[in-house]
Nanobody, 123 residues
């Protein structure tokens, strides 16, 4: 089992920035690809970004490309999502996920999920 705990959400004005963190415990963090997903009210959960286990490869949804950056620190068992130039449409609950396969993570979500952190962007 991998336990994931997100933090860093909050209320920010449009154009502002937030940095989300996902702290992992349990199994060897560096064996897992990590990803971020989000779910807005009344909408399905959608893929935001993913990073390979080594950190060498990153992937982004078109809607966040150029504004969000995913990263990880394997020594600290933590993944991050730096969100810049935030827009009201970025408002959602953001979830951290882990999977042994980057492809699986991007295609269908992870084997392990955090509880989510709320991000609200005001106009």
């Amino acid at each position: 089992q991998v336990q994931l705990v997100e933090s860093g959400g909050g209320l920010v004005q449009a154009g502002g920035s937030l940095r989300l963190s996902c702290a992992a415990s349990g199994r060897t963090f560096s064996n897992y690809a990590m990803g971020w997903f989000r779910q807005a009210p009344g909408k399905e959960r959608m893929f935001v970004a993913a990073i390979s286990s080594s950190g060498s490869f990153t992937y982004y949804a078109d809607s966040v490309k150029g504004r969000f950056t995913i990263s990880r620190d394997n020594a600290k068992n933590t993944a991050f999502l730096q969100m810049n130039s935030l827009k009201p449409e970025d408002t959602a609950v953001y979830y951290c996920a882990a999977d042994g396969s980057t492809w699986n993570l991007r295609a269908s979500g992870g084997d392990f999920w955090g509880q989510g952190t709320q991000v609200t962007v005001s106009s």
